[in-house]
């Protein structure tokens, strides 16, 4: 029965997988509404807390947890009204705070990360959920959950605005999912070096530009010091009180640091319909409300160097930027380099987008409907200091980068028909050899000068042939010629003298053992190399082996 269970047809086992793998996607459905429920119930603790320590609270507990369901909607970017006004009608409330909306994000990333972390070691076993299935399995729990909330939230005193809920809650979910998959899976980037690059440099310059926004909230704030500390002392007199205002201004110190950023990029943000902060002065009369944190405002008027210093921050970002790619473009064109540093800028101009669109909003009715950075405007204005600034910035350290570098060679080409090949370089000759002619002839004084030899040739033979070219003149050989005359390079003569010869330079390509170079001959001495008239055969003596010279020591 093995074989038979072991070779059944891939349609039976079909059901088994895809039952694994509906078990997975209702995990990670689940997931996802826990997630959510997690978030709700850590609000409503921070709101029964303040509550419960306030000295006069104005509603019980079905109020409470009807206000911490319109925070936690409001801390996923969806507008809420606030009924309970002195004129009747409901107004708007826009603002959310970015570090409360942390904590939904980070509940929604978790959960998507653990539903395919598991999935993505070798050793674990079982159907592995798709990527699309997880994301919409741990969003539609949470929807879910966040669907019920917005019907509860209806009935309370800060009901949820339904377009700004179907717009902004599935796109915070879902953004948020998808970032925890790309965790799960080690954060890949794309292949391409140059995108992964632009993005890599959009992430530093943003992170720049935000903590540039927050430093110079920082000195604002602690410049206008004394009015800050007065405005916190009318809104609270109670420690209750305080604790809550302390524990808002700490969640919109993101926000201001965005606004920061905004006011160093150029359009500044918006004080209410009729006026504008930017690095040029306070334009207009700002409609602003008794804050701790709106006490950093510049004054109005005209803007001074303090304020124009406000534009260090942006400059500062884009030199990350450009700095960040240009590293990266070492080898790569000047091309390449101008194009990824301007993709950057436009990847970091989107990022300043979403952020500015997060962080401002109404604030009430009239004046205060409009309030914070216009995120198309802070937008426009990053990608363009991106440009103008990150992409010189590239260049530049990009050729800086390079001043070290030498052009490569040029690879070499094999010659094409009508061209004479390269002649090898030439080999340094040795040490001289001595003359073994000159050594052994006798001593004579009035010995005749005898004629230089002329070109050496080679010595051919019947069943044989000497390859290679042989300088036997150098060593006091004779050519033989017809009838046995034997002609000699004398001593005395120029190639003799000439320095640094060694016989071994010019040693023949190839040879036959049957045929060996014959003795040096002295003056006078028969030849007994045969000349090209001589017959060949059996009778003919072979020239006896030639002794090589030893080699000279170094």
């Known amino acids: 029965m093995t074989h038979v269970t072991e070779n059944l047809p891939s349609s039976t086992a079909g059901p088994l997988v895809h039952g694994g793998r509906s078990a997975a996607m209702a995990t990670a459905f689940v997931r996802g509404g826990v997630a959510a429920g997690l978030g709700l119930g850590a609000l409503a603790v921070l709101v029964t807390a303040a509550w419960i320590s306030s000295p006069f609270p104005d509603s019980g507990p079905g109020g409470v947890l009807h206000t911490a369901a319109g925070l936690w909607l409001l801390a996923h970017g969806v507008d809420l009204f606030r009924t309970e006004t002195l004129s009747g009608?409901?107004?708007?409330?826009?603002?959310?705070?970015?570090?409360?909306?942390?904590?939904?994000?980070?509940?929604?990333?978790?959960?998507?990360?653990?539903?395919?972390?598991?999935?993505?070691?070798?050793?674990?076993?079982?159907?592995r959920p798709s990527t699309g299935g997880a994301v919409a399995a741990v969003a539609g729990g949470y929807l879910l959950v966040a669907a019920g909330v917005v019907l509860y939230a209806a009935s309370g005193p800060l009901p949820a605005d339904l377009v700004s809920a179907g717009l902004w809650l599935p796109a915070v979910v879902l953004c948020a999912a998808g970032l925890g998959v790309w965790t799960a899976y080690g954060r890949p980037l794309p292949?391409?070096?140059?995108?992964?690059?632009?993005?890599?440099?959009?992430?530093?310059?943003?992170?720049?530009?935000?903590g540039g926004g927050a430093a110079l909230f920082g000195t604002s704030l602690v410049w206008h010091a004394a009015a800050a500390q007065e405005s916190f002392d009318g809104l609270a007199g109670e420690w209750s009180g305080r604790i809550s205002v302390v524990l808002l201004t700490v969640a919109l110190v993101p926000n201001a640091a965005v606004w920061a950023a905004s006011y160093g990029l150029g359009p500044g943000f918006s004080l209410g319909t009729e006026a504008s902060a930017t690095p040029l002065g306070l334009v207009g009369?700002?409609?602003?409300?008794?804050?701790?944190?709106?006490?950093?405002?510049?004054?109005?008027?005209?803007?001074?160097?303090?304020?124009?210093?406000?534009?260090?921050?942006?400059?500062?970002?884009?030199?990350?930027?450009?700095?960040?790619?240009?590293?990266?473009?070492?080898?790569?064109?000047?091309?390449?380099?101008?194009?990824?540093?301007?993709?950057?800028?436009?990847a970091c101009g989107a990022a300043v987008t979403v952020l500015a669109a997060a962080a401002g909003g109404p604030l009430g009715s009239g004046r205060l409907s409009a309030f914070g950075p216009v995120w198309w405007q802070a937008g426009a204005a990053a990608v363009l200091w991106g440009a103008v600034v990150g992409v010189p910035v590239a260049l530049g350290v990009r050729a800086w980068a390079r001043r070290g570098l030498k052009p490569a060679?040029?690879?070499?080409?094999?010659?094409?028909?009508?061209?004479?090949?390269?002649?090898?370089?030439?080999?340094?000759?040795?040490?001289?050899?001595?003359?073994?002619?000159?050594?052994?002839?006798?001593?004579?004084e009035n010995a005749p000068a005898t004629a230089p030899a002329t070109a050496p040739a080679p010595v051919t033979a019947k069943g044989g042939r000497w390859k290679g070219r042989l300088k036997r003149?150098?060593?006091?050989?004779?050519?033989?010629?017809?009838?046995?005359?034997?002609?000699?390079?004398?001593?005395?003569?120029?190639?003799?003298?000439?320095?640094?010869?060694?016989?071994?330079?010019?040693?023949?390509?190839?040879?036959?053992?049957?045929?060996?170079?014959?003795?040096?001959?002295?003056?006078?001495?028969?030849?007994?190399?045969?000349?090209?008239?001589?017959?060949?055969?059996?009778?003919?003596?072979?020239a006896p082996e030639t002794v090589e010279p030893p080699a000279p020591s170094a």
């Not at 995108?195 to 992430?203: E, F, I, P």
Request: proline fraction near 16%; charge should be negative.
């Open 191 to 210: 292949e391409q070096e140059q995108a992964a690059v632009a993005l890599r440099s959009a992430a530093r310059g943003v992170v720049a530009l935000l």
């Open 285 to 346: 009369t700002a409609a602003v409300p008794h804050f701790p944190l709106l006490a950093a405002l510049p004054s109005p008027g005209p803007g001074s160097w303090p304020h124009w210093s406000a534009v260090a921050v942006p400059l500062v970002a884009t030199l990350v930027l450009g700095g960040c790619v240009g590293r990266s473009a070492r080898l790569w064109t000047g091309r390449e380099t101008a194009l990824t540093a301007l993709v950057g800028a436009w």
């Open 409 to 444: 060679p040029a690879p070499a080409q094999a010659p094409g028909p009508g061209t004479a090949p390269l002649a090898p370089e030439p080999v340094a000759p040795m040490a001289a050899a001595p003359d073994l002619a000159t050594e052994n002839a006798p001593a004579t």
């Open 473 to 542: 003149g150098r060593l006091g050989w004779g050519r033989a010629a017809k009838g046995g005359a034997v002609t000699t390079a004398g001593p005395g003569t120029e190639k003799d003298d000439e320095p640094g010869f060694e016989p071994y330079d010019f040693l023949p390509a190839a040879w036959e053992p049957t045929l060996s170079p014959p003795p040096p001959l002295l003056p006078g001495q028969p030849s007994s190399v045969p000349s090209s008239d001589e017959p060949s055969g059996p009778g003919r003596a072979e």
């Open 89 to 127: 009608y409901p107004a708007p409330v826009g603002v959310a705070p970015l570090l409360i909306m942390a904590l939904p994000v980070w509940l929604v990333h978790r959960a998507a990360r653990d539903t395919l972390e598991p999935y993505t070691e070798v050793t674990t076993a079982g159907p």
